[in-house]
């Protein structure tokens, strides 16, 4: 079972730039970031296939964010450009850690990951 630990949070202007990082403690077949602002619920905001690679992302955030991994460090990123307020809430690194049910749901919804990091608080102001 993988142990996974967020960073990188902060308040910071509209327009503004944060990297997230997430670390993990075991071997991972599928990750992603999830976000939630109060009242509303978890909104996956992108996802990783780890072989063969590849990305995904919602539509609110294509562009402007980057999902990214350092298997020699044990580290998911996210790196999130051109901020607005609308960015703002919790974000939870998720990781599936068995490849047995690595199709079995799709890349955005939370049933497909059965890790999970605390959080990291991401504020964004106007």
């Known amino acids: 079972q993988v142990h996974m630990v967020e960073s990188g949070g902060d308040s910071v202007q509209a327009g503004g730039s944060l990297r997230l990082s997430c670390t993990y403690t075991?071997?991972?077949?599928?990750m992603a970031w999830f976000r939630q602002a109060p009242g509303k619920e978890r909104e996956a905001v992108a996802g990783?296939?780890?072989?063969?690679?590849?990305?995904y992302y919602a539509d609110s955030v294509e562009g402007r964010f980057t999902i990214s991994q350092d298997n020699a460090k044990n580290t998911l990123y996210l790196q999130m450009n051109e901020l607005s307020t609308e960015d703002t809430g919790m974000y939870y690194c998720?990781?599936?850690?068995?490849?047995?049910?690595?199709?079995?749901?799709?890349?955005?919804?939370?049933?497909?990951?059965?890790?999970w990091g605390q959080g990291t608080q991401v504020t964004v102001s106007p």
């Open positions: 998720a990781a599936l850690t068995s490849g047995e049910g690595l199709l079995r749901y799709g890349w955005a919804r939370p049933a497909a990951y059965n890790s």
């Open positions: 075991s071997t991972v077949y599928r």
């Open positions: 990783l296939l780890i072989s063969p690679r590849e990305t």
